[in-house]
């Protein structure tokens, strides 16, 4: 499964921004798909995630009521809708997927199996 992650760029403090998530894979909507984030130096921070075919989803303490990620089936994309973006967001984000994940492993990064190219989002003050 081929993963790119786009929509990334320069907004300003209080600004928002949608990254995409496409994917190669026939059916997104059977994957977990995360989004992480990192920050040269440090490790890669988990965002939120969307489950597959429930599409309930879960989210860092964080982003909580600032970033929503929804998937749209028919163009088996899922999307980070982030708004209310400070500087502490500037990072490269991620996404990720796996088809077989449980919920107790949606927030640690090791467990995907599968990742797309990271977009640089920066936020400026």
């Known amino acids: 499964v081929q993963l790119q992650a786009s929509g990334g760029g320069l907004v300003q403090a209080g600004g928002s921004l949608r990254l995409s998530c496409t994917s190669s894979?026939?059916?997104?909507?059977?994957?977990?798909v995360g989004w992480f984030r990192q920050v040269p130096g440090l490790e890669r921070e988990f965002v939120g995630t969307i489950n597959r075919n429930t599409g309930h989803t879960y989210y860092a303490d964080s982003v909580k009521g600032r970033f929503t990620i929804s998937r749209d089936n028919a163009k088996n994309t899922v999307y980070l809708q982030m708004s209310a973006l400070s500087p502490e967001d500037t990072a490269v984000y991620y996404c990720a997927a796996d088809s077989q994940l449980i919920l107790r492993q949606f927030r640690n990064a090791q467990w995907y199996g599968f990742w797309g190219q990271g977009t640089l989002v920066t936020v400026s003050s």
């Open positions: 894979a026939r059916s997104l909507n059977r994957y977990v």
